[in-house]
T-cell receptor, first 114, second 114 residues
């Protein structure tokens, strides 16, 4: 039961170009989404989030777009830098029985080529 | 910036042995989580903890698992009798309050069961 899906396990992009990471979800009750970045041997670190009442949130080089009708969100990184090379996880928050649960996708490994 | 700390960073154990994974959440945080990631797979929810009790647990979190907050600062995950399939990276996470969505992760404990 994979409620949050990241169908691209890996992505390579040239430095300076745009990186687009995609995420699909199945539960229309999800109302908050987050992106995390993970370097090897480290825990995931929060990158950017978006509430379902918005369709876009921007923070510097990072922009997250949400298309609720398609149950799809994407993370854009412009311009991409070699330091952005990491695994990116999409997560959705589910609220059930008084508890917030974070459901993660399988991750996309981004490699930014210098 | 305050951070979630986990010890040890690596733990090797024999099948059937008990292990305790330790976490110190951020000091003013009230909600605590354990997640795990088996190599190459998604980050999976194990358990959430609030107000000194489990608020939700996944199917993975069976009777072999337990959590404790013994002294108001540490948050531990115990696996009573480890199995080979328990080998994974275990992440502790915490967040400040119920309406604060940003989840902070520790750097993880790599558990290897031989």
């Amino acid at each position: 039961d994979q409620q949050v899906k990241q169908n691209s396990p890996s992505l390579s992009v040239q430095e300076g170009r745009i990186s687009i990471l995609n995420c699909d979800y199945t539960n229309s009750m999800f109302d908050y989404f987050l992106w995390y970045k993970k370097y090897p041997a480290e825990g995931p670190t929060f990158l950017i989030s978006i509430s379902s009442i918005k369709d876009k949130n921007e923070d510097g080089r990072f922009t997250v777009f949400l298309n609720k009708s398609a149950k799809h969100l994407s993370l854009h990184i412009v311009p991409s830098q070699p330091g952005d090379s990491a695994v990116y996880f999409c997560a959705a928050i589910s609220y059930t029985s008084g508890t917030y649960k974070y459901i993660f996708g399988t991750g996309t490994r981004l490699k930014v080529l210098a | 910036e305050p951070e979630v700390t986990q010890t040890p960073s690596h733990q090797v154990t024999q099948m059937g042995q008990e292990v305790i994974l330790r976490c110190v959440p951020i000091s003013n945080h009230l909600y605590f989580y354990w997640y795990r990631q088996i190599l190459g797979q998604k980050v999976e929810f194990l358990v959430s903890f609030y107000n000194n009790e489990i608020s939700e647990k996944s199917e993975i979190f069976d009777d072999q698992f337990s959590v404790e907050r013994p002294d108001g600062s540490n948050f531990t995950l115990k696996i009573r009798s480890t199995k080979l399939e328990d080998s994974a990276m275990y992440f502790c996470a915490s967040k400040e309050g119920v309406t604060n969505e940003k989840l902070f992760f520790g750097s993880g404990t790599q558990l290897s069961v031989l």
